[in-house]
């Protein structure tokens, strides 16, 4: 094996297949339009600068910091779920200690954010936004509730639909990863641009969580499943 | 490790609009990557983003990772020969504001040596931001330091383009750089494909 001390530089991360990830101009999504590089990436053999990252303990996240519906003195409305899965890197090896961080829009839909002006409550119950390390086995849970889909001025009519954003850091700074997990037969996947943006249907497919009967608590909270996978050193041939 | 295994890593989407409710909090930004007691030459970088109109982007995240000012990073990947600054993370997240700028606190970082070129001095970092359906990464480096012009990295960016990565020192203030980060344009920062 391979040993660090031995390397003269750093193992290169794998690179995601073709089509896997979103290209930066996706035209749909107006917004890109004047945010998106247009001259040519200079690919960068990784260094070290890109294959270390920070490594977060525990002292950065509350207790009940993954519980999002216990943060204020009531209950917040809507239909309570749990959201759990593992966070893998792409060798299917769970990464524990990964920081996750969420934040979601309310069951009505909207953001406690001053730029959202969406017209639906806000929750006083309700911040709609948590944290959580995976464990030694790189599972994680959250609780909290469905969040309602909502307006955006993208294009004539335009809904997103429900879903809650996930930041999550791996081993690397380069598998540091901010997406967004959907929820099974959302009618809106079909007109939304920033799902649309990924061109593999299957790789889009993955951001779609599961419902889950095992994890789902009787007379309680439905259960949903989302496991992540983050980009990990290519395999060398000489390891077993 | 199971080298058969071949998961696709899971597809990055915006950051939206929104995340300030969790990803930057007061609580949750880490403006100050070196406290004052760390060592080394002391930083503090203002980041400019713009789009390519030129029009300043309020609403972008920045997320930095850097050595200390031995050049060793805080994570079991770094062999180098080297002693960890104690209390060292070398992470630092700011949010731009109406203007478009943010303020980082830091210190110059030593050179990275764990190859056999080493590298010159300088700050990975990742931008965010609504419209932006996954991170961009560019690097800063520090205009006038001789070890630039030795650095593997900068000597495959273009030579016209090279100066898009350097922070200005400004003449007046000493210890003050800025950082320009141009998502588009005729002067668009250089952003790596890692």
Redesign the interface.
Known sequence: MDS??T?????P?AR??EG?????L?EP?R?????????P???????????????FGHDRVGESDNDLTCQHPGEPIGERIIVSGRV??????PLPNALI???Q?NSAGR???I??QHPAPLDPNF?????TLTDEHGAYRFITIKPGAYPWLNHYNAWRPAHI?F?VFG??????????MYFPGDPLFAYDP??Q??PDE???Q??ISKFDLETTQPEWAKGFKFD????GPE???F?T | ???D???????????????????T?VE?CVQCVAGPQAEGERVCLTFRVV???G?P?D?AML?I?Q?DSNGK????????AKKLEPGW???GRVATGEDGTCVLETIRPGR?T???SP?AP?L?V?V??????????T?VYFAGNAANEED??LQ??PSE?RGTLLARADPARPGYWSFDIR???DL???????
């Open positions: 660090v001390g390397r003269a530089s750093a193992r991360y995601p297949p896997s990830q979103p290209p930066s996706y999504y917004a890109t339009i004047k945010r998106a590089p247009l001259k990436l200079v690919v960068l053999p990784h260094t070290l600068s890109e294959v270390t990252g920070p490594i893998l890197d792409s060798h299917g090896e961080e969420i934040w829009a953001y406690r954010h730029r959202d911040t709609g936004a948590g944290r954003h930041s081993t690397a700074f380069i598998s540091r990863l901010v997406t967004q920033i799902f943006s990924i299957r790789a889009r993955r951001l992540i996978v983050l980009r395999a060398t041939p390891e | 490790m199971k080298p295994t071949d998961l696709v890593p899971t597809p990055s989407q915006t950051v939206g609009p929104f995340f300030a409710i969790e990803l909090t949750h789009d390519g109109e029009v982007v609403d997320e990772w050595a990073y805080n994570h079991p990947e770094d062999a180098q993370m070398g992470f990275v764990q190859s056999a590298q300088h990975t990742g965010f931001a609504r419209g932006m359906l996954k991170q961009l990464y690097r593997p990295i495959l960016v383009r998502l588009q344009g668009e920062t250089v952003f790596f494909d890692v």
